[in-house]
C-alpha cells in the first residue's frame, strides 16, 4: 500500500509538467508552421512582382525557356571554332636577312610581288640613303607554306649575302593548354545555362548564375583571344630584310676642296682673332690685376722697411 501510494503521488505530480511540455512543443510546431508559409508567400510576392515589372519581365516568368533566351543575349557571343587538338607541332618561325645587291629599287619590286604573289603583304618599311649607300628595311609577314618560295625569290635577288639568321619558337604545348581550357570553360558556362533555364528557382539564384556566366564569358574571350594571335603567328612566318647598294661616290656629294692660299688667309684670320680675344679676357680680368698690383705693392713696401 505504501509503494502503490507513492506511485500515485508521484504519478500526479509529474502529469501536469508533462501536459505543459505537450503544450509548448505544439505551440512550437505552430510557430515554425506559421514563418514556413509566411516566407514561400514572400517569395512567390517577390517573383510576381519581378514577372510583371517591364525591367525583368525577361528574366523570370511563365514559359522560362524564352525569357532565359533573352536574358541570355547579352552573355553570350557565337563562340568560335575550336578543332580537335592537333599532335603536330606550332612553330613560329622569325628570320632575318641583311645582303647586298644590284639595285634596290628593283629589288624592292621584285620581293613585293612575290610577297603578293605568296598570298602574303608588308607590315612595314624604310628607304635612306647614306653617304651615297642606298639602304632599304623591310618586315615582311608570308604563309609559312609559302616561305621557302619567298626565300628563292631572295636569294635572287642577293648579289652578296651578309648574314641570315632563323629562330624557331615551338608554341605546341601552350596552344593545346588553351584548346583543353577553353573547352572545359565552355563546358561549365553551359551547365550554369542549363542551370538558368531550368533550375534557377529564385531572384538569388538567377543572379548567381549570370554572374558565373559573365565571368566565364569574359575568361572564355581571354583565352580565344590568345589563341587567335597564336593561329596568326604559326601560321604566317616573319621575315626582316635589309639590303643595300653599293655606290661609287667615296665621299658625300657637294664637298668644296679649299686651296693653300685660302688655308693661309684662315691662318691669319685666326691669329687675329687669338689676340683680340686674349686682350678681351686680360680686360675681363681687370679685378685680379687690381688686386694682384696691390699685393706685390704691399709686399715691396715691406721688405724695404725689413732692410732698414
Request: proline letters at 3%; charged letters at 25%.
Amino acid at each position: 500500500m505504501g509503494k502503490e501510494y507513492r506511485f500515485l503521488k508521484r504519478k500526479n505530480y509529474l502529469c501536469p509538467k508533462i501536459k505543459a511540455m505537450q503544450k509548448q512543443v505544439i505551440l512550437l510546431v505552430l510557430c515554425w508552421f506559421v514563418l514556413a508559409c509566411s516566407s514561400r508567400s514572400s517569395d512567390s510576392v517577390v517573383l510576381e512582382e519581378m514577372a510583371t515589372s517591364p525591367m525583368n519581365n525577361t528574366m523570370v516568368q511563365e514559359g522560362g525557356a524564352a525569357a532565359v533566351d533573352a536574358s541570355m543575349k547579352e552573355y553570350t557571343t557565337t563562340p568560335t571554332t575550336i578543332n580537335e587538338m592537333n599532335p603536330g607541332s606550332q612553330l613560329i618561325k622569325n628570320i632575318k636577312y641583311y645582303f647586298q645587291v644590284e639595285d634596290v629599287d628593283k629589288t624592292a619590286a621584285a620581293i613585293q610581288l612575290a610577297v603578293t604573289n605568296n598570298k602574303g603583304y608588308i607590315s612595314g618599311s624604310n628607304f635612306s640613303t647614306e653617304s651615297g649607300v642606298k639602304r632599304y628595311t623591310m618586315t615582311v609577314r608570308v604563309p609559312s607554306a609559302a616561305l621557302p618560295l619567298l626565300e628563292q625569290a631572295i636569294g635572287d635577288q642577293t648579289v652578296y649575302l651578309n648574314y641570315r639568321t632563323a629562330t624557331t619558337e615551338d608554341v605546341t604545348q601552350e596552344y593545346i593548354d588553351i584548346e583543353t581550357r577553353l573547352k572545359t570553360k565552355k563546358e561549365v558556362m553551359a551547365r550554369y545555362v542549363n542551370v538558368l533555364r531550368n533550375q534557377a528557382k529564385n531572384v538569388k539564384d538567377v543572379l548567381e548564375a549570370e554572374n558565373q556566366i559573365r565571368v566565364l564569358q569574359e575568361e572564355i574571350e581571354v583565352q580565344e583571344g590568345r589563341l587567335r594571335y597564336l593561329k596568326n603567328q604559326v601560321s604566317y612566318s616573319t621575315i626582316q630584310l635589309e639590303f643595300y647598294q653599293e655606290s661609287t661616290i667615296k665621299s658625300d656629294p657637294n664637298v668644296i676642296k679649299r686651296s693653300f692660299f685660302s688655308d693661309i688667309i684662315d691662318a691669319f684670320v685666326n691669329g687675329w682673332n687669338g689676340i683680340l680675344h686674349l686682350i678681351v679676357g686680360l680686360v675681363a680680368l681687370w679685378p685680379l690685376l687690381i688686386i694682384f698690383t696691390v699685393i706685390v705693392l704691399l709686399l715691396r713696401r715691406f721688405y724695404k722697411r725689413w732692410k732698414k
